[in-house]
C-alpha cells in the first residue's frame, strides 16, 4: 500500500510539471531569479575550436565579450590573422570596427549582429527563456544519446519567422542545464554543456561541446569546443 501510494504521488507529480514550473525550477537551480536579475555586467574570454568531420581542427577563435544590462549593449573583441575586430550592439544598433575603422560592408554588419545577439543568448541560460516572444512546451522526459534522462523544453519565437526552434533539456534530478539542440541550416546541433563554472553563483557555462546529429539524434561528429573563463562580474 505504501509502495502503491509513493508511486502514485511521484507520478502525479510528473504530470503537473509543465513549462513554466520547469523553468522556474531551473532557474533556482541556478542561483534563483533574484541573483541572475541583479547582475549589472559581465565579463568573459571565449575560446572556440572548430573541427572538421573527420575530426581535424579547422579553426581556433578566441574572443573577448562584455554584457552589460541598464542601459543593455554587447561587445565582442577578436582577432584574425594581423587584424582587430571590435563588434558593439546597443540596444537595436550595430557598429563594426576593423582596426579602429568603422566597416559599413552590410553582409559584415548585418553577421556581427547576429554574432552579438547569439552569445548572450547562449551564455545567458536559463535566464534569457524568460521572455514574452518565447513559447515555451514542454514535452516531457527524454533520453539524450540513449543514456541520459533529461526533461525537454521545446522554445519558439512565433513572433520571429526566421527564429531556430530549440529543445532545451534540463537534469532530471537537479533541474541543471544540461543540453541544448538546434536545427539550423538543415543541420542538427546538440550542444552539450559538460561544466559548469562557479564564480557567479549563477552556474553559467564554463566548457560545452557541440555535436552534428542525425535525425534520431545519433551522433555524427564533433563540430566545435567552447570554453568560457569569467574575468569580471558585477
Excluded at 550592439?89 to 566597416?103: A, G
Excluded at 523544453?153 to 530549440?166: E, I, R
Aim: proline letters at 2%; hydrophobic letters at 40%; a neutral charge.
Amino acid at each position: 500500500m505504501g509502495l502503491a501510494c509513493i508511486f502514485l504521488f511521484n507520478h502525479s507529480c510528473a504530470q503537473k510539471l509543465n513549462a513554466s514550473i520547469l523553468l522556474e525550477k531551473s532557474l533556482v537551480a541556478h542561483g534563483g531569479k533574484k541573483a541572475w536579475s541583479i547582475v549589472s555586467e559581465i565579463s568573459y574570454l571565449k575560446n572556440i575550436e572548430l573541427y572538421d568531420s573527420i575530426g581535424k581542427l579547422e579553426k581556433e577563435i578566441n574572443q573577448k565579450i562584455k554584457h552589460t544590462w541598464n542601459p543593455s549593449s554587447t561587445k565582442i573583441e577578436w582577432n584574425n590573422f594581423d587584424d582587430h575586430y571590435v563588434a558593439l550592439h546597443r540596444e537595436e544598433k550595430i557598429e563594426l570596427f576593423k582596426n579602429n575603422q568603422i566597416v559599413l560592408d552590410s553582409q559584415e554588419v548585418a553577421k556581427a549582429y547576429d554574432n552579438t545577439k547569439g552569445a548572450l543568448y547562449v551564455f545567458w541560460q536559463p535566464y534569457k527563456l524568460i521572455d514574452s516572444n518565447a513559447r515555451l512546451d514542454y514535452i516531457g522526459l527524454v533520453t539524450l544519446l540513449d543514456s541520459i534522462s533529461v526533461h525537454s523544453l521545446k522554445v519558439s519565437y512565433p513572433l520571429d519567422p526566421t527564429a531556430d526552434v530549440w529543445h532545451y533539456y534540463f537534469n532530471e534530478e537537479n533541474f541543471m542545464l544540461e543540453a541544448t539542440q538546434v536545427n539550423h541550416d538543415e543541420r542538427i546541433s546538440l550542444i552539450i554543456n559538460e561544466s559548469f563554472e562557479d564564480k557567479t553563483g549563477l552556474f553559467l557555462n564554463k566548457t560545452r561541446k557541440s555535436y552534428f546529429v542525425d535525425s534520431l539524434g545519433k551522433i555524427k561528429y564533433l563540430r566545435a569546443a567552447y570554453k568560457y573563463a569569467i574575468t569580471s562580474f558585477n
